[in-house]
């Protein structure tokens, strides 16, 4: 039980990741989830190059729990073609990862 599952994902206003990440804390789908600052993003868009400010959320979550998770994302997300990240990790801490599984439980 030492594996826990890393989600990533990007969006283009804070209150969106914000909602993002208390909605999958609040379902028990992540045990944390974090928003970091603003990031500029350069990507091909319906044929043109575009540029943008973004807002990344990491979401930790039990293996078992990954499906509903993405799940949740995809509906939630404002993208028509969200980026959405998956590592699978080792804990460094067995007591972590514990952590993790415990708090994606209902």
Aim: proline share 4%.
């Amino acid at each position: 039980m030492d594996e826990i599952c890393v989600v990533t994902t990007v969006v283009d206003a804070r209150s969106v990741a914000d909602v993002l990440a208390a909605a999958a804390v609040a379902g028990r789908l992540a045990a944390c989830a974090q928003v970091g600052g603003q990031v500029d993003s350069t990507y091909w868009w319906r044929s043109g190059m575009e540029t943008s400010t973004e807002w990344s959320v990491q979401f930790k979550t039990a293996p078992d729990r990954l499906t509903a998770l993405l799940d949740q994302i995809r509906v939630s997300h404002p993208y028509e073609v969200p980026e959405i990240l998956v590592s699978r990790v080792e804990s460094g801490n067995p007591d972590y990862a514990t952590w993790v599984y415990e708090h994606t439980r209902a």
